[in-house]
């Protein structure tokens, strides 16, 4: 019998980071087969994910980015997305609303570049989503479907009580 390799990459983001470390803690003796990877926005919770993963697995976006205005050459790259990139640029709120459309369009395509390349070297066989309303959510939602990784995201039933992945 053989065992398939799992490697789920995690988007921590804001605070989810914090709730998935603990399941992180939990998986290294509950699910040893699987390699675990996250993805971090921003530096804010890097520290204590360093504590249950090794740096190589983590990515921090606030530190891949370019600190300068990405310029934007064309759109080929995104030959492949399986969304709208300028729906997804619309979904946010804060980083992208007060650039110019071009300098929206250039970072939000650093983006896309940045979480494929880290997707394709974790070997990524599962993406695992707090959050999708964001742009980045979309993002990793229209990367998972072209690189035809399962998503899953963890949805609660409210009035059924608990929750379920979906």
């Given at each position: 019998?053989?065992?398939?390799?799992?490697?789920?990459?995690?988007?921590?983001?804001?605070?989810?980071a914090?709730v998935?470390?603990?399941?992180?803690d939990?998986?290294?003796?509950?699910?040893?087969?699987i390699?675990?990877?996250?993805i971090l926005?921003?530096?804010?919770?890097?520290d204590?994910?360093?504590?249950?993963?090794?740096?190589?697995?983590?990515?921090?976006?606030?530190?891949?980015?370019?600190?300068?205005?990405?310029?934007?050459?064309?759109?080929?790259?995104l030959?492949?997305?399986?969304?709208?990139?300028?729906?997804?640029?619309?979904?946010?709120?804060?980083?992208?609303?007060?650039?110019?459309?071009?300098?929206?369009?250039?970072?939000?395509?650093?983006?896309?570049k940045?979480?494929?390349e880290?997707?394709?070297?974790?070997?990524?066989?599962?993406?695992?989503?707090s959050?999708?309303?964001?742009f980045e959510?979309?993002?990793?939602?229209?990367?998972?479907?072209?690189?035809?990784?399962?998503?899953?995201?963890?949805?609660e039933?409210?009035?059924?009580?608990?929750?379920?992945?979906?």
């Amino acid at each position: 019998m053989t065992t398939c390799q799992r490697s789920i990459v995690i988007h921590g983001y804001g605070t989810y980071a914090i709730v998935y470390r603990h399941m992180l803690d939990v998986a290294k003796s509950a699910a040893p087969d699987i390699d675990w990877a996250m993805i971090l926005p921003s530096s804010h919770h890097f520290d204590v994910i360093s504590e249950v993963l090794p740096s190589d697995r983590i990515l921090c976006l606030e530190h891949k980015q370019s600190f300068s205005h990405p310029k934007l050459s064309d759109l080929t790259e995104l030959a492949g997305y399986c969304g709208n990139i300028y729906e997804d640029i619309e979904a946010e709120k804060e980083a992208y609303r007060h650039r110019p459309a071009t300098q929206q369009v250039a970072r939000a395509v650093e983006v896309y570049k940045v979480y494929k390349e880290f997707l394709v070297r974790m070997k990524a066989t599962h993406v695992l989503l707090s959050h999708v309303e964001t742009f980045e959510g979309k993002v990793l939602i229209s990367l998972a479907r072209e690189l035809k990784i399962p998503a899953i995201v963890p949805s609660e039933l409210r009035n059924l009580g608990g929750t379920v992945f979906t």
